[in-house]
């Protein structure tokens, strides 16, 4: 449990892979906006107890790892960061680049989780059998 993180009465590992687009698929993440929005949406994911872990923002959409802390849906943080993301964007862009208003990113996103593998998972949960197993047969010893 090395890689798990801590809330008050929780242990917690939870990353999701996160993909969205701007609004019609303009190619428009180049440049300056894009060495601007990387501190951007670090800073609006800490906001949120969330961590950038990986991201690369491509000239249509942008990828990113993202730990979220299971007190927070997903769907939360990521329309946080859109969201306020694209309101920096209409500010600071918006004149220089005919960049409307603050609708920037297309409404949906698609999401996976990373986690742990599944076979994995499986044989965790087979060994507590049996060390559950184990354990039922010391305590018969010591009685």
């Known amino acids: 449990m090395n890689n798990y993180q801590s809330l008050n ?81 209409s500010r600071m862009c918006g004149r220089q680049r005919n960049f409307i208003g603050q609708n920037f990113w297309a409404r949906g996103y698609c999401v996976s989780t990373i986690g742990l593998d599944e076979n994995v998972v499986r044989e965790y949960i087979k060994r507590q059998e049996d060390e559950d197993k184990k354990l039922d047969q010391l305590k018969m010893f010591e009685e």
Not at 43 to 52: C, D, F, T, V, Y
Request: charged share 25%; with cysteine; glycine share 4%.
């Open 9 to 89: 009465h929780t242990k917690w590992d939870c990353k999701f892979h996160v993909v969205w687009i701007p609004k019609y698929r303009k190619k428009t993440l180049y440049g300056q906006v894009r060495k601007q929005l990387v501190p951007i949406f670090k800073e609006l994911a800490r906001q949120k107890e969330s961590e950038i872990m990986e991201g690369h923002l491509v000239m249509d959409h942008v990828h990113m790892l993202i730990s979220v802390p299971p007190k927070y849906a997903i769907a939360q943080i990521i329309g946080f960061i859109k969201g306020k993301s694209a309101i920096w964007i």
